[in-house]
T-cell receptor, first 112, second 114 residues
Framework: GENVEQHPSTLSVQEGDSAVIKCTYSDSASNYFPWYKQELGKRPQLIIDIRSNVGEKKDQRIAVTLNKTAKHFSLHITETQPEDSAVYFC???????????WGAGTKLIIKP | DGGITQSPKYLFRKEGQNVTLSCEQNLNHDAMYWYRQDPGQGLRLIYYSQIVNDFQKGDIAEGYSVSREKKESFPLTVTSAQKNPTAFYLC?????????????FGPGTRLTVT
């Protein structure tokens, strides 16, 4: 069935450096790719999303890139700060409908 | 933090008892979802509903049941048939209907069954 693979499972970076998290998906009909941030004990919250007709999207220090041919998309966080420490989840739409298939998550640790 | 609420935040039950988790939204969203989250794992879909009085099984529906009698409410019952019910349960909603849209999550209910 459809699945989303997310790597790495844990990422530790020095404060101020960049962090990159990568996801691959299997359903060629997927057309919506959100990224969520979940702080410890809290609800996941959308930080950025991209649709299949766009290759890249930026929002301040956060960017997402999409390669539909290779079926992978990535989250880029620049100038990391302590408050970026959290678990990040990628997801892909199940075909072109409103259901999402989720990656397993990446725990991002920002070292002071 | 308005929009979608879940109660209670923590729930403790004895094995063999059914328990119902509440989820309410005032976003006028058509679609609602229940996910289960286990430590170190992603979100697994239990049930989803696109419209009132209609719902479909997700990937791990066994041992769970839902109802959707009102647009605003989508309660989840964890039955005694669920073999490993201890987990963090998240409810979400989205505009639904046409195309994929952002899912808004409730604060979650942590269920412990002993």
């Amino acid at each position: 069935g459809e699945n989303v693979e997310q790597h790495p499972s844990t990422l530790s970076v020095q404060e101020g450096d960049s962090a990159v998290i990568k996801c691959t998906y299997s359903d060629s009909a997927s057309n919506y790719f959100p990224w969520y941030k979940q702080e410890l004990g809290k609800r996941p919250q959308l930080i950025i999303d991209i649709r299949s007709n766009v290759g890249e999207k930026k929002d301040q220090r956060i960017a997402v890139t999409l390669n539909k041919t290779a079926k992978h998309f990535s989250l880029h966080i620049t100038e990391t700060q302590p408050e970026d420490s959290a678990v990040y989840f990628c997801a892909a739409s199940r075909g072109d409908n409103y259901q999402l298939i989720w990656g397993a998550g990446t725990k991002l640790i920002i070292k002071p | 933090d308005g929009g979608i609420t879940q109660s209670p935040k923590y729930l403790f039950r004895k094995e063999g008892q059914n328990v119902t988790l509440s989820c309410e939204q005032n976003l006028n969203h058509d679609a609602m979802y229940w996910y289960r989250q286990d430590p170190g794992q992603g979100l697994r879909l239990i049930y989803y509903s696109q419209i009132v009085n209609d719902f479909q099984k997700g990937d791990i529906a066994e041992g769970y049941s839902v109802s959707r009698e009102k647009k605003e409410s989508f309660p989840l019952t964890v039955t005694s048939a669920q073999k490993n019910p201890t987990a963090f349960y998240l409810c979400a909603s989205s505009i639904g209907q046409v195309g994929p849209y952002e899912q808004y999550f409730g604060p979650g209910t942590r269920l412990t069954v002993t």
